[in-house]
């Protein structure tokens, strides 16, 4: 069963800089279309980046030109480089495929992010 594990969250002040990290136990980058989720305390879980087996991007329109999906699928290896930070950025982020296309792996335990003003 793949397991994935993200890692690199934290406490940051508005306006710093954070980069999540994702590992996957099996080669699941190179097939499938992944992407990053968050949920805040009290709302729903929700896609904010993605990022296609042929290495194109989308992004949620609350991050997109602060946020950056990448991948290393020799790594087995995703991240996201999240810049411009808000404290509506608060969240759990968690890393698995994009749920627009197919059904999810078994959810990790994912890495709080904290924004403070």
């Known amino acids: 069963q793949v397991q994935l594990v993200e890692s690199g969250g934290g406490l940051v002040q508005a306006g710093g800089s954070l980069r999540l990290s994702c590992a996957a136990s099996?080669?699941?980058?190179?097939?499938?279309?992944m992407g990053w989720h968050r949920q805040a305390p009290g709302k729903q879980r929700e896609l904010v980046a993605a990022?296609?087996?042929?290495?194109?991007?989308s992004y949620a329109d609350s991050v997109r030109g602060r946020f950056t999906i990448s991948r290393d699928n020799a790594k087995n290896t995703m991240y996201l480089q999240m810049n411009s930070l808000k404290p509506e950025d608060t969240a759990v982020y968690y890393c698995?495929?994009?749920?627009?296309?197919?059904?999810?792996?078994?959810w990790g335990k994912g890495t709080k992010v904290t924004v403070s003003s």
């Open positions: 990022i296609t087996s042929g290495g194109s991007a």
């Open positions: 698995n495929v994009d749920t627009r296309v197919r059904d999810p792996y078994k």
């Open positions: 099996g080669s699941i980058f190179s097939i499938n279309a």
